[in-house]
């Protein structure tokens, strides 16, 4: 049987963390909580859309390492959003994202290992990557 690809184990993972409704809000919590500059940038979101917008993302932009068109056109929205002339998330924010939303993950899935730790950072590794080229 072949082996699953990084975008079935992040998005399988993903699934299993929100079963819990729980799981963006702790994110968030935490992200929030880890400098005055991240709260800033946050301070007048209104999260109950936020946390639909950041899983609705979540589940788009999976596929976008392997190309698929939806998956990309969600990701170059982002990036957009994102950018030096809207949003301005500055590159070096994305590793403390990329590590608060992989730890709350670990917690939150009942079936964490080693491999879904690799899905979850490639995936968001690739996105990453993309937004802070266009940044
Ligand atoms: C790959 C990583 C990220 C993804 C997938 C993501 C996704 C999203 C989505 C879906 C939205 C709502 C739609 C939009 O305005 O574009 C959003 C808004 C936002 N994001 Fe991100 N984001 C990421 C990284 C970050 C980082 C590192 C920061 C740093 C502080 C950040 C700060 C914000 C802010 C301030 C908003 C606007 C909230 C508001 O409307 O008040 N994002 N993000």
């Known amino acids: 049987m072949d082996e699953p690809s990084h975008k079935d184990l992040f998005l399988q993972s993903l699934n299993r963390c929100t079963k819990s409704e ?51 056109q969600e990701l170059r929205e982002r990036t957009e959003t994102h950018n030096r002339y809207h949003l301005n998330i500055q590159p070096r924010l994305y590793d403390l994202w990329r590590s608060v939303i992989i730890k709350t993950a670990s917690e939150f899935d009942d079936q964490w290992n080693d ?21």
């Open 22 to 72: 729980d799981f963006i809000p702790a994110f968030y919590d935490r992200f929030l909580a880890s400098s005055y500059e991240i709260r800033d940038k946050f301070r007048r979101t209104d999260f109950a859309q936020q946390n639909k917008m950041l899983l609705r993302s979540l589940r788009l932009i999976a596929g976008a390492t392997a190309g698929d068109s939806k998956s990309l």
């Open 115 to 135: 491999d879904v730790e690799t899905a979850w950072n490639a995936i968001l590794g690739h996105v990453i990557d993309h937004m802070i080229k266009y940044y």
